[in-house]
C-alpha cells in the first residue's frame, strides 16, 4: 500500500521542542523529495520545508528558519522535522507529501499545539 504516515506531534510548551516522522511504504522513497507542509485551523496550507531525495538539499519557509530542521533516513524510508523554540504560531496539523508518478501523496497528519 502506497501510504505516508506522520506520528511525533503533540502538547508542548512555548520554546520547547518535537521531533516529527514521515514513514513511507510501497514506492521508492529515496528517490522522492520530500515536503512538510502545516494548517492551521481557519487557515490554508502553509509549505514548511522540503528535502531532495538524497538529503543534501534542504529549504525553508521564512517562519521557521533557523528553528527547523528536516532530515531523512533512506533505509528507514523515513524523513524528519525536528522543531525547536516553537511558537504558539506553529501551531497546526503536519503532513508530509510527495509527488509519485504525477500523484500527490500525503499523510493523514500530525497535530502539534505550542501552548502553555
Known amino acids: 500500500q502506497v501510504q505516508l504516515v506522520e506520528s511525533g506531534g503533540g502538547l508542548v510548551q512555548p520554546g520547547g521542542s518535537l521531533r516529527l516522522s514521515c514513514a513511507a511504504s510501497?514506492?521508492?522513497?529515496?528517490?522522492?523529495?520530500i515536503n512538510w507542509v502545516r494548517q492551521a485551523p481557519g487557515k490554508g496550507p502553509e509549505w514548511v520545508s522540503t528535502i531532495s531525495w538524497v538529503g543534501d538539499r534542504t529549504t525553508y519557509a521564512d517562519s521557521v528558519k533557523g528553528r527547523f530542521t528536516i532530515s531523512r533516513d533512506n533505509v528507514k524510508r523515513t524523513a524528519f522535522l525536528q522543531m525547536n523554540s516553537l511558537k504558539s504560531e506553529d501551531t497546526a496539523l503536519y503532513y508530509c507529501d510527495t509527488v509519485f508518478r504525477g500523484v500527490r501523496l500525503r499523510g493523514q497528519g500530525t497535530q502539534v499545539t505550542v501552548s502553555l
Open positions: 510501497g514506492f521508492s522513497f529515496s528517490t522522492q523529495t
